[in-house]
T-cell receptor, first 114, second 113 residues
Framework: DAGVTQSPTHLIKTRGQQVTLRCSPKSGHDTVSWYQQALGQGPQFIFQYYEEEERQRGNFPDRFSGHQFPNYSSELNVNALLLGDSALYLC?????????????FGNGTRLTVT | SQQGEEDPQALSIQEGENATMNCSYKTSINNLQWYRQNSGRGLVHLILIRSNEREKHSGRLRVTLDTSKKSSSLLITASRAADTASYFCATDGSNFGNEKLTFGTGTRLTIIP
């Protein structure tokens, strides 16, 4: 049973460019959340997708957008990259409104913006 | 912004000793969770305690919650080298504990063999 998978594992981009990160949820999960983790900090919530719609959003600008596909996989897009966007981007999946369904995290995508 | 802070920021103990780390948070919660993160990897869920619970156990883990003080503690007994990791508390206003989680700043635990 595959857990949460993310691709790519590492990525280097230049300021101003755009990036797309991908996530496949754990089998049986229908909800995907994205988190940004700066070096030495705890993860910060970006947004959550369920039924192909953004359901909740954290304090991130519109440059951060996402998508969920019918097979529950998800993409995170970041436009007009800034140096401060350099971070580990974590995808987590869960079962919507599941009392015994904590978040399952992937190993993340390390984004470096130069 | 971070909901809370873990204390201490870093902790080094000998293998076999107990490790205690604390978490403080700011707003009212429905539940509090603890996660472990090995270096550069994803987070692993350890335990969830609900706001109406005061203590919970899972294997070598013991979690307490004091909602009047807005604080929680995680105790790891009989530590092992494999427990070396960063530990984060996370709060969530939902009933399910899997929606908009707010994480603390983490405690980096090092177990010395």
């Amino acid at each position: 049973d595959a857990g949460v998978t993310q691709s790519p594992t590492h990525l280097i981009k230049t300021r101003g460019q755009q990036v797309t990160l991908r996530c496949s949820p754990k089998s049986g999960h229908d909800t995907v959340s994205w988190y940004q983790q700066a070096l030495g900090q705890g993860p910060q919530f970006i947004f959550q997708y369920y039924e192909e719609e953004e359901r909740q959003r954290g304090n991130f600008p519109d440059r951060f957008s996402g998508h969920q596909f019918p097979n529950y996989s998800s993409e995170l897009n970041v436009n007009a990259l800034l140096l401060g966007d350099s971070a580990l981007y974590l995808c987590a999946s869960s079962l919507r409104q599941g009392y015994n369904s904590p978040l399952h995290f992937g190993n993340g995508t390390r984004l470096t913006v130069t | 912004s971070q909901q809370g802070e873990e204390d201490p920021q870093a902790l080094s103990i000998q293998e076999g000793e107990n490790a205690t780390m604390n978490c403080s948070y700011k707003t009212s919660i429905n539940n509090l969770q603890w996660y472990r993160q090995n270096s550069g990897r994803g987070l692993v869920h350890l335990i969830l305690i609900r706001s109406n619970e005061r203590e919970k156990h899972s294997g070598r883990l013991r979690v307490t919650l004091d909602t009047s003080k807005k604080s929680s503690s995680l105790l790891i007994t009989a530590s092992r080298a494999a427990d070396t990791a960063s530990y984060f508390c996370a709060t969530d206003g939902s009933n399910f504990g899997n929606e908009k989680l707010t994480f603390g700043t983490g405690t980096r635990l090092t177990i010395i063999p």
